[in-house]
């Protein structure tokens, strides 16, 4: 349930009027009771193609238990087999008591869909998460098996029971013209109105992934088969820490002989790496979720999650230098592994998808591999003892790949170059009643694709930051205090000249505090969380920003 205050509360906001009157601020409660407004994310929603349009049912179940949601998936009627846009909406709500939950959505075996779930109010929310899946439409014109699994525990403490609806919505019609936009729109993705979204992609995505890949393929008993004609090849790898123990936490992993409640042998460093037949094909930082139970604190996320909480991306590797080498119709060991996890040691997930486009003018792509460049992997973690204990960490790796296919389009060489860096301070007390964590992720890759033509470069500069602290004081009062950042840089050149550029730019802030070991009645919980998400460059701009303060909306304002 939405609260009220929240509603009347934004208003004046949405219009550009400047911050909410202090009257109305009055409506503010003292504490966290037992309803707030339903969870709502500052990211823009899917922009969707006018004209005809159709929707199917993917799914609808309540999850109490580890059973998945077993169905089938029928291509919609009426729409062809072509689609401008195809996005994918679940709808969610939940009451009760309930930790955060992981969840996953599989068509014909393809991971099309992770996310996790919010923690709910005594009184229930429900909240919706939308994403553009068009390109699956490979999967999505066949009829194919689903499954879908938002794993949960139902009993006499934790009651809440997970329901959800997962439609897809098939677009065929031209774009639509951005300068008809409306100055706001209605979108239920966050349960109050938003601003227009902005005219380009989110800038994590490459230009050069725009054109839908001719086929989705997964892997069978670890092992790939490509078409013989493929000219370009793109793996997508959903990696994520979780399952409850301390890999959901790994950025927090101290090395022995630290003193500390989660240990891993070589301290938090973390990469995930995707090996063709044994041989290093990609690396990448693994992205640093906060659940919403993160960091001792529910209240911080009841109303905002973590960037990427609700839609988790997966993590891209450009293959196409292997293209030759894959090409020769068998198949081929493909492994993905987590550097800093023991081999066979649970706690990570990190299903694979191979997208592949197709030289339809050649049966058969012939190429090889050129290039081959690992550098020396760097990870180091210090321990130092004291009144406080701290660990600093600082790693890093690099790769180089480069290979060329023979198309009938000519030659087209594709060199990736990929650079990893990570540097952190985990500081802590005896006890832990102090936790503090400053860290620096960043994964900086540049493509380019020569051919016929200038060479066009695409760089693609990632950069995750955390910087937050748990401490507990006098009366058992557990304070948590924490800004997250997800930020992209991306430039593509042609000839040397900048054709297009984004940058995207989403922090939440937050500062949340309750007391333990008491009934949830007397937790006295409070807490302020914000979202400022910015994403502008060559195409246009999007700015929102979001707050909250003890579960009550109080800032929701555009500033494009």
């Known amino acids: 349930m939405s609260m009220l205050a929240g509603a009347t509360l934004l208003a004046s906001t949405l219009l550009g009027a400047g911050p909410a009157p202090a009257a109305q601020l009055a409506d503010i409660p003292a504490e966290f009771g037992t309803d707030w407004h339903d969870p709502i994310t500052a990211a823009p929603p899917v922009t969707k193609p006018a004209g005809t349009s159709c929707q199917v049912t993917v799914a609808e179940a309540q999850f109490r238990d580890f059973t998945p949601f077993k169905g089938t998936y029928t291509p919609p009627d009426g ?90 919505t098939f677009y065929t019609g031209r774009p639509a013209a951005t300068a008809d936009r409306p100055a706001a729109t209605t979108d239920r993705l966050n349960s ?10 989110s800038p994590s995505s490459s230009p050069a992934h725009a054109a839908t890949p001719d086929r989705v393929l997964t892997l069978h008993d670890g092992t790939l088969t490509t078409p013989r004609n493929s000219e370009r090849m793109v793996a997508e790898v959903y990696a994520t820490g979780s399952g409850g123990g301390c890999e959901e936490f790994w950025y927090l992993s101290a090395p022995d002989p630290a003193p500390y409640s989660c240990k891993a042998a070589g301290g938090p460093y973390r990469e995930v790496q995707i090996k063709v037949d044994g041989q290093l094909a990609g690396i990448a930082a693994p992205f640093p979720h906060v659940w919403t139970g993160g960091w001792s604190n529910p209240f911080l996320w009841y109303v905002t999650p973590g960037p990427r909480a609700f839609d988790v991306k997966p993590i891209e590797y450009d293959l196409t230098p292997f293209a030759g080498l894959l090409n020769d119709g068998r198949p081929h060991r493909v492994d993905v592994s987590v550097v800093g996890v023991p081999e066979g040691q649970s706690g990570w997930s990190a299903p694979v998808n191979v997208l592949v486009w197709q030289d339809a003018k050649r049966a058969h792509v012939t190429g090889t591999l050129t290039t081959h460049q690992a550098g020396d992997l760097a990870n180091s973690s210090t321990y130092k003892p004291g009144s406080e204990h701290r660990v600093d960490t600082e790693g890093g790796h690099e790769l180089t790949v480069a290979g060329y296919v023979d198309t009938s389009h000519g030659r087209v060489t594709t060199t990736v170059r990929r650079s990893l860096t990570n540097g952190s301070v985990h500081r802590w007390t005896d006890g832990e009643n102090l936790d503090a964590l400053d860290a620096t992720w960043t994964d900086d890759q540049s493509v380019t694709v020569d051919g016929r033509g200038p060479a066009r470069t695409t760089r693609t500069q990632r950069t995750y930051t955390m910087d937050g602290s748990i401490t507990i004081g006098a009366g058992d009062r557990l304070r948590t205090v924490l800004t997250l950042g997800d930020r992209v840089a991306l430039v593509t050149t042609q000839d040397g000249r900048r054709t297009a550029w984004s940058r995207l730019d989403d922090t939440v802030e937050g500062d949340a505090s309750w007391t333990l070991n008491v009934p949830r009645d007397q937790r006295r919980a409070v807490g302020t969380t914000s979202e400022r998400y910015r994403s502008y460059g060559s195409s246009g701009c999007y700015d929102r920003a979001l707050t909250s303060v003890q579960g009550v909306l109080t800032e929701d304002r555009s500033r494009c």
Request: proline fraction near 8%.
């Open 79 to 168: 729409c062809g087999d072509r689609w401008r846009k195809v996005v994918l909406r679940m709808d969610g709500k939940v009451k009760g008591r309930q930790y955060d939950r992981l969840g996953h959505l599989q068509i014909g075996g393809v991971e099309i869909f992770r996310t996790s779930t919010p923690e709910p109010s005594p009184d229930g929310i429900e909240w919706s998460v939308e994403k553009d899946v068009t390109r699956y439409s490979d999967t999505l014109r066949r009829g194919q098996d689903v499954e879908m699994l938002i794993g949960n525990v139902v009993d006499d403490t934790y009651t809440g029971v997970i329901d959800v609806k997962v439609t897809l």
């Open 192 to 201: 109050s109105p938003v601003p227009p979204s902005p005219p380009t992609s």
